[in-house]
């Protein structure tokens, strides 16, 4: 296997700075560019720490071409793996335009850069929200059905802008990685998941009320044809998803591939809970409350194409997951 220099955008986020931690431990080295508009300057250094590699970091936007395009000119970049990007579903409702804008505009930007310095790998972070509401479990091959919010139509979008970009020049290798939901943290408690305000997804939540910062969770639903009523995700430790990052990189060929990372395993909202309680030992109290408009009855991946091409297959249980997001609950703060 050859080594190379990844350019990583968002790797200062929550799965982005995972990993650069799992790129470096597979030899590569990686240069940063974040504007670190959701995540702080700190976790470069906990990277360092936990690697003992040195990481060359630009605090920038990656929608500006030319700051991009003067990376390129310093390093000599051998791909890409593009994560920075809005994330908030409820919030890319309210502001359409800042998502749309971010998070297309980067992904036409370093695919155009790219071109011109003739870097032809070219990692991207996409989500199995893309999928909609198709049957479960969800397969690469499925026709895309309409996302409810402007945060999955630009992941919709970036996926295809890669795909025309890719059938232009056949050189250009893609590699669209659609993420199930992600938790976890890395097992020295340095890095995580640290939502600013409160948070919406779930993991965050309850390690929140764990914590006593806020007071019970509120559970969206229990009327949803599962196995007890509460919604169904496929939940993959993060260091697993980052691992699958590396397995995608390593084993990239030329056109474009789309892979599932995801466990394929299903686990309902008070499972989780009931999980997390068990493992770390500690309550979490919660109320069932009225459905979350656009929420989806399950969620859950078919994960033999990433097993199958990509000799990849996430190694971690909803245990572990649970353990580390609290571990790095109880270091943080
Ligand atoms: C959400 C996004 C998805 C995004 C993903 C990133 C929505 C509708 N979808 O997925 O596009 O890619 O995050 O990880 O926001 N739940 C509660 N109480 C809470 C929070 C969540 O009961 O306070 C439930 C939800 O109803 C769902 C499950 O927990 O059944 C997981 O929710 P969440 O962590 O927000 O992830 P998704 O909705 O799957």
Known sequence: MTFMNILVTGGAGFIGSHTCVALMQAGHQVIVADNLSNSKAETIDKIKQITGYDVTFYRVDVTEEETVDDIFAKHSIDGIIHFAGFKAVGESVEKPLAYYYNNIVSTMVLAKVSKKYNVNRFVFSSSATVYGENEVP???????LPTTNPYGETKAISERILTDVSKSNPDFSVSLLRYFNPVGAHESGLIGEAPTGIPNNLMPYVTQVAKRKLDKLRVYGNDY???????????????????????????????????????????????????????????????????????????????????????????????????????FNTFAD
């Open 138 to 144: 969800f397969v690469e091959t499925m026709e895309l």
């Open 225 to 327: 044809p599962t196995v007890d009523g509460t919604g169904v995700r496929d939940y993959i430790h993060v260091m697993d998803l980052a691992e699958g990052h590396v397995a995608a990189l390593n084993n990239l060929t030329e056109g474009v591939h789309i892979y599932n990372l995801g466990t394929g395993q299903g686990t309902s909202v008070l499972q989780l809970v009931k999980a997390f309680e068990e493992v770390n030992n500690i309550e979490v109290p919660y109320e069932i409350v009225e459905r979350r408009p656009g929420d989806i009855a399950k969620c859950y991946a078919d994960v033999s194409k990433a097993r199958r091409e990509l000799n990849w297959i996430a190694q971690r249980g909803i245990a572990e997951m649970c353990r580390d997001a609290w571990r």
